[in-house]
């Protein structure tokens, strides 16, 4: 190899270099989701067989009934969770990118508390404002109204917590506690206004389900994800960069203040219009980057499309379970994955090595 | 060329660095020297780019820095900056990867596996390429971040760009041998037509391998110049306020003693 001066300086003759690609990793996802998500078909109340499931999905002539449960309840459901899934997913992957940290979860540093907020505000405020402003109580305005609630924190909480550029796990941690103890008490106080109505609905969003969404769910939140999960996938160079430092991004060419404003609004976009649709889903963005990254490295590259399709399958495997473990009724998501997504956060806590504020 | 013209930074009211002014050459070394907070990681960063000063301009290649784009700026400048941290498990090998990070999707991306395989057999870094970062010594580290610099001004021949290399202490955590090998590198660099400018702390490597010394003390600069003329003991004296013997060795190579 002889191309420029510095090859003057080389002494040696070595064989050309082959960086490491681990794509496998991804295909692996890939195919995981495809199971997953022919798997939430089959799976409920009431089990369809896998041939059938297939069958239906490509078309073929199936019993009726099958076909009504899988069309009409299953698929927009399978469809929602992997929006949701994926955008958490990814969320979380880019924000430990952007905060340097590996534990800022879109749940803990108060984007989701931000927008469940947000969502909640328009229950119990729109019905209030209907009378001055007609589409107040539009349940369209929700994803807008949770994806401006879990902006806000979002910036506050990097504001809070960014000191020369790192946002130390502690103060990131607190920042997100204080962020969320705010939007806690101030939906305290819209729940205090609310009618009994209201009060089903809220206490909807703060557990999570994918229950309610439906066809209509997953058109109102897909647009934003997907726009979201496409922005974010676009930076995964520069988020590699800023894992060295925010001035060493910096000598690299990435500027990195308008990277920060595009992946704030992006996950807050994400995270929003998931929440508004199906509340809020906690530690997803925690975990899913975590074993992505323990499988294959931290390059973004990687790291954000490996953790959008395993945060769509663990989503699909947790509505699964969530709707069989106590047949005929379910549990929340939200409550699945936090009962999964908890002592998984302790076990991180207790062993990372390097954790310090 | 980079020029700095009568740069001042001020912090509150302390001013860090008054009304400083000097030039860092393509194919030279501009050694920054000085006492702890004479100001000299305050003036890499405003020659590079990171920090506005209050009062002055640069200049690179005559143009005001602050026009030029942090990615133009990136694909001719590589800063290596004192006590990267790094937390996440990158190998080595993705470290100084990162170092073509400015050229991607560009059509210097070509030449990201000469860069790479050039860098890592110069700054000797062969058997470092795929372990874990986050498992070496901090030496090892030094050089694995300079590798990266060294990657992102790696270019074609015939590539007539100038590239600058800044080196903010490259050798704090580097022992005797690594520590002549890297200025050496730096002085190939530099005669391949590259300026360096590097803050250094060991006065005898200045002497040996810069071609220009700035002396800075208390924000301003004492004494600028051809190294040998700068290095003087009186200079030396007043900069570091300790007495400074320079001794001629038969070769005609200085040696410092304080």
Redesign the interface.
Known sequence: ????????????S?P??R??RRPFVLAGLAVLLGLTFVLALAVGAMPIPLREVIAILFGFDADSQSQAIILGLRLPRAVLAILVGAGLGLSGAALQGLF???LADPGLIGISGGAALGAVGIIVLGHMLVAIIPFAADPRLMPLAAFVGGLIATFATERLAHHRG?AATGTLLLAGIAINAIAGALMGILIFMSDDNQLREITFWTMGSLAKGGWSGALLAGPFVVLAILVMLRYS??L??M???E??A??????VERLKRIVMVAAALAVGASVAVTGIIAFVGVVVPHLV?MAA???HRIVLPGSALLGASLLLVADSLARVIVIPAELPIGLMTSLIGSPFFLWLLLHRK?LKS | MIEAHGITVRAGNRALIKDISFNVMPGRITALLGPNGAGKSTMISVL?G?RRPDEGSVLIDGVDLKLVK??????Q???L?QN????????V???V???R??F?ASEQAA?D??????????AGI?ELW?QLY?TLSGGERQRVQFARA?A?I????G?ETPRYLFLDEPTSALDLRHRRALLE?AR??AD??IGVLAVLHDLNLAADYADEVVLLRHGEILSAGETKATLSEDNLSICFDLPVEVMVRPDGRSVILA
Request: charged content about 25%; aromatic content about 4%.
């Open positions: 190899m002889d191309k420029g001066p510095m090859t003057d300086i080389v002494q040696a070595l050309p270099l960086l490491v340097r940290n590996p790192v160079q520069a590699n960069a894992l060295l430092g001035r060493e910096m000598h690299l060419g990435v500027s990254r490295g931290p390059d390097g | 590079s990171e942090p990615l133009a700026l990136a694909r400048r590589a800063v900056l990267s941290t790094l937390d996440f498990a990158f190998t090998a993705e470290v990867g990162l170092g990070l400015p991607t030449d596996e000469a860069a790479l395989s050039d860098v890592r057999r110069i062969e795929e986050q060294l992102q790696w270019h074609r021949r590539d590198t190939l660099l391949s037509g």
